[in-house]
């Protein structure tokens, strides 16, 4: 399978502009994803997933978007971090309770 290509930040807000803007208009809004795609030799299926992106983004249509994805990724990262210092100190203060129970000399 070959890699994703990277197309650049302009060309998919250009691209996504022209999608959301065709969609809106009747006239325009059957085949506007692959007919936009076409013209700018994009992946029908990439402008598709950005216009998703973007009408999510908008409010437009049900999801979470994408500063809210982002947030949850990083509380996501704070938990595991949180859970492994906590498995760390639970270690260490049986370890530090198993010397205080052995009888001293």
């Known amino acids: 399978m070959a890699a994703p290509k990277k197309y650049p930040d302009e060309l998919r807000e250009r691209a996504t502009r022209m999608a959301v803007e065709a969609r809106r208009d009747p006239a325009t809004a059957t085949g506007a994803i692959r007919r936009i795609a076409d013209q700018l030799g994009i992946h029908p299926e990439a402008l598709r997933t950005w216009v998703k992106r973007a009408e999510i983004d908008a409010g437009d249509r049900p999801g979470t978007t994408s500063e809210d994805g982002d947030r949850i990724a990083q509380l996501e990262r704070e938990n595991r971090e949180l859970r492994r210092a ?13 010397e205080l129970d052995r009888p001293s000399r």
């Open 86 to 98: 906590n498995a760390i100190l639970k270690s260490a203060s049986a370890f530090f309770a198993a």
